[in-house]
T-cell receptor
Framework: GQQVMQIPQYQHVQEGEDFTTYCNSS?????IQWYKQRPGGHPVFLIQ?????EVKKQKRLTFQFGEAKKNSSLHITATQTTDVGTYFC?????????????FGQGTILTVHP | GAVVSQHPSWVICKSGTSVKIECRSL??????MFWYRQFPKQSLMLMAT?????????EQGVEKDKFLINHASLTLSTLTVTSAHPEDSSFYIC??????????FGPGTRLTVT
C-alpha cells in the first residue's frame, strides 16, 4: 500500500534558525496536505498542494510539491518558539481511495529561545 | 468555521467493558468522517473511513467487530471500542472531510483501559 516517509524525525533549532522537513511518497499523489500538532493537541490543517511543482507561502512557511507529485517539503524561516510542535505531511491518492490520507511519521520541532 | 467536536475528551474504563466515542461536525455537514489512532510521539494511523448511511471501510489489520463505527447522520459518527483491553489504550482522533479534500480534526479522546 501507499507509504509516506518523512524526515527528520526530530529537529532541535535555536530561535531564529531555519527549519525544513521533507516528505516522500511511494506512489504519485493527487495532493499533499500539511498539518501541525501542538503538544497535547490535535492536528490542525495548514495547507494543501495539488499541482506539480506548486509552491505556496504562509508568512514564514514555504511549502513545495515536487514535479513528480511524490515529494514535498515544508520550510520555516527564522523559527519562533510558537513554531514548536509536530509537523505532519499527509498524502492523498486519487481513485477509489478518495479522501483517505496517509500520514508521514511527523517531524517534532523544538525551538530553543 | 469547520469545527469538529469529540466526546469524551478522556475516559478510563475497566478491561472488558465497552466505550463509545462521539465525533460531531458542528458547523458543516460531513458525508465522510475518519477515525485515527495515535500512540505517544507517533503518527496518526487511519483505522476506518466512515460514510454516512453506509458501512464503514476498515483499514487492514483493524478488527471491525472490535471497533464499531456508526455514521448515522451528516454531523455525527461514533466509534465504540468493544471489550476493551489495556492494549487498546490510545489517543483516538476523528476527522471530518470538508470541501477541497481538507480534513478537520476533533480534539481527540484519550482512552485508558485498566
Amino acid at each position: 500500500g501507499q507509504q509516506v516517509m518523512q524526515i527528520p524525525q526530530y529537529q532541535h533549532v535555536q530561535e531564529g534558525e531555519d527549519f525544513t522537513t521533507y516528505c516522500n511518497s511511494s506512489t504519485t499523489l493527487s495532493n499533499i496536505q500539511w498539518y501541525k500538532q501542538r503538544p497535547g493537541g490535535h492536528p490542525v490543517f495548514l495547507i494543501q498542494l495539488v499541482k506539480s511543482g506548486e509552491v505556496k507561502k504562509q508568512k514564514r512557511l514555504t511549502f513545495q510539491f515536487g514535479e513528480a507529485k511524490k515529494n514535498s517539503s515544508l520550510h520555516i524561516t527564522a523559527t519562533q518558539t510558537t513554531d514548536v510542535g509536530t509537523y505532519f505531511c499527509a498524502g492523498q491518492a486519487g481513485g477509489t481511495s478518495y479522501g483517505k490520507l496517509t500520514f508521514g511519521q511527523g517531524t517534532i520541532l523544538t525551538v530553543h529561545p | 468555521g469547520a469545527v469538529v467536536s469529540q466526546h469524551p475528551s478522556w475516559v478510563i474504563c475497566k478491561s472488558g467493558t465497552s466505550v463509545k466515542i462521539e465525533c460531531r461536525s458542528l458547523d458543516f455537514q460531513a458525508t465522510t468522517m475518519f477515525w485515527y489512532r495515535q500512540f505517544p510521539k507517533q503518527s496518526l494511523m487511519l483505522m476506518a473511513t466512515s460514510n454516512e448511511g453506509s458501512k464503514a471501510t476498515y483499514e487492514q489489520g483493524v478488527e471491525k467487530d472490535k471497533f464499531l463505527i456508526n455514521h448515522a447522520s451528516l454531523t455525527l459518527s461514533t466509534l465504540t471500542v468493544t471489550s476493551a483491553h489495556p492494549e487498546d489504550s490510545s489517543f483516538y482522533i476523528c476527522s471530518a472531510g470538508a470541501e477541497r479534500n481538507e480534513q478537520y480534526f476533533g480534539p481527540g479522546t484519550r482512552l485508558t483501559v485498566t
